[in-house]
């Protein structure tokens, strides 16, 4: 069998995390077992899907690595995506002839009915079922309506949905691969629209004859899903489909216990790329969401979270989404680049804080004095900047150090001892700035204090003599001069 999975988001939105977990699983079990991953867009909701949507999603999707073998392509022309794959359409809307054949199928067997409830007359069952304290659930009106009464609605204009015939006793049981054998008791289900008014499909019945149709073997998705898969069995098994796998992950909750949500911070993924983290600590971190392996191993190179990915490892419980850790994450793969791709991965940043002009070597320099402090690449830019540009003085730091009595005269008397360092690099500057304190009696902290503001404008930073061997003879002189006039 040649496995076949498929990540199936509705465009009414970004990218969320509990989606982009799904995905990077469907896709991870697919790569392991070199079978196919596709990507099918569930546009049926009229009223809320967007093109703006799915771009975002597609743009998600890439940002990741997470490559699709069929589905939509990143071009969109005025009539819409290209598509790859054999198995298309991959947008529902466009796949009406599939669903119509199969609804008729299900008519004509009497496996499903035309029902003429209007919503006025559902939501007030459903008002008086909740007063009663009954279960809210469609009570069958019309699931043996005579010729006669059929006609008589139609008379009246009503649009009929169609609604699937469930069986009112036994039990149906789901065979999860996360989960064991979940059973559902048939008599507390209900008859389910499958076709709205509008003739457009619902999710339930979409759902399987895609599924059945694009060939998937697997079927990977949120726990919230579970309780939906009673219904899509029937719907298998009354068309003569072969059941596929079903493996249901659990639920992403934040800190406090409670579902994921935006309280809780950013939960689409384009916000974490736009805050400065790297796809693959993403990658990483997501995979940890709800999967272990026997080593408890914590970071993983692409290609071996492939080779050790399995369903085997996917836990019942609640995964907590904790951003300290994801934020460790980014660091340890922030550390593991070279500076100059670091500054290639971090050009938009870059390039929004004023240095997208500044020579690539030249950045790599200064990159390679604070990459280990670099939790984001959108922090790049607040920590190179004096390195390109004039110091800016931070208050606090003025006061505390440059305003002290002294420290304008340490950097005036200062200032000739390092013009005449011959060989501007770090060593060399040290020594000297060591011996400077050495002759006028001064501690060193009452040198290089007032050195590393006066070049900077800041307390913190990067090691004093590297940083000011990145500088430069030129630029540190002006500076300690500019510092020495300001106070």
């Known amino acids: 069998m040649t496995v076949r999975t498929r990540f199936a988001p509705s465009p009414t939105g970004y990218l969320h995390i509990g989606g982009a977990r799904t995905a990077l699983f469907c896709w991870l079990f697919a790569r392991h077992h070199k079978g196919t991953f596709v990507l099918r867009i569930e546009d049926t909701d009229e009223v809320r899907s967007t093109h703006e949507s799915v771009d975002a999603i ?28 054999g198995h298309g359409p991959y947008f529902q809307m466009k796949r009406g002839e599939h669903y119509r054949k199969h609804l008729e199928q299900l008519l004509a067997e009497g496996k499903a009915y035309r029902c003429y409830c209007t919503p006025e007359e559902l939501a007030a069952k459903r008002e008086q079922a909740s007063k009663e304290k009954k279960p809210v659930r469609y009570d069958g009106r019309c699931r043996d309506l005579t010729d006669a009464q059929r006609r008589v609605f139609e008379a009246e204009g009503r649009k009929p949905s169609v609604r699937f015939r469930m069986p009112q006793e036994g039990s149906t049981v789901v065979s999860d691969e996360v989960r064991g054998e979940v059973s559902f008791e048939n008599n507390l289900r209900q008859d389910f629209v499958i076709a709205k008014g509008s003739g457009v499909p619902t999710y339930n019945f979409a759902n399987v004859i895609d599924d059945h149709l694009m060939e998937i073997t697997h079927v990977v998705r949120g726990d919230e899903h579970l309780n939906n898969t009673p219904e899509q069995i029937h719907i298998y098994q009354a068309l003569g489909f072969a059941l596929p796998k079903f493996a249901h992950l659990s639920m992403i909750m934040g800190p406090d216990g409670t579902k994921l949500s935006k309280r809780h911070g950013a939960t689409s993924v384009l916000e974490y790329r736009d805050q400065g983290f790297l796809p693959e600590a993403m990658r990483n971190y997501l995979a940890l969401l709800g999967w272990s392996n026997p080593e408890s191993q914590q970071l993983f190179e692409a290609a071996e979270l492939v080779a050790k990915f399995g369903l085997e490892g996917c836990q019942k419980n609640p995964a907590t989404f904790d951003n300290q850790k994801l934020l460790w994450m980014n660091s340890e793969y922030v550390r593991k680049l070279s500076p100059e791709t670091l500054v290639d991965r971090a050009r938009p940043f870059l390039e929004k804080g004023r240095l997208g002009g500044v020579h690539r070597d030249a950045l790599a320099k200064a990159v390679k004095l604070e990459q280990e402090k670099v939790t984001l690449l959108s922090e790049l830019p607040g920590r190179l900047d004096f390195f390109f540009h004039d110091a800016v003085y931070d208050p606090k730091a003025m006061d505390k150090v440059l305003k002290v009595p002294g420290a304008g005269k340490v950097l005036e008397e200062l200032a000739p001892a390092l013009a005449a360092v011959e060989l501007f690099a770090a060593k060399p500057l040290e020594d000297r700035i060591r011996r400077f304190c050495e002759e006028k009696g001064l501690k060193v902290g009452q040198v290089f204090h007032p050195i590393r503001v006066a070049v900077s404008g800041r307390t913190m930073g990067p090691g004093l003599f590297e940083m000011l061997e990145v500088l430069g003879k030129e630029k540190v002189l002006a500076r300690l001069e500019a510092a020495r006039k300001l106070i």
Not at 58 to 78: F, K, Q, V
């Open 58 to 85: 597609l743009e998600s999707m890439a940002w990741l690595g997470l490559d699709w073998d069929e589905g939509p392509s990143l071009t969109r022309h005025d009539e819409g995506w290209e598509e790859k794959g």
